[in-house]
């Protein structure tokens, strides 16, 4: 009961295969993410309400410099 406890029940077939569909797509959204992070770091950026955006691909500050160093 125990080793029950502490691993979980085994996954059903139709979980392990949306698990493996997901991985799948993970570089794919993960891609998109980014893309669409960096549209609103930009627009964010250049919009005069804004006092400061800080976005690694920005380019600017330590930040960007950390980004370009990993």
Do not use: C
Request: glycine share 4%; proline share 6%; net charge positive.
């Amino acid at each position: 009961m125990t080793l029950l406890r502490d691993l979980g029940s085994p996954l059903s077939p139709q979980d392990a295969f949306q698990i493996i569909q997901g991985l799948e797509a993970l570089a794919l959204r993960f891609m998109e993410h980014s893309r669409n992070a960096t549209r609103v770091a930009d627009f964010l950026a250049k919009n005069p309400a804004v006092i400061s955006a800080n976005y690694p691909r920005l380019n600017k500050g330590v930040v960007a410099r950390w980004a370009r160093l990993y």
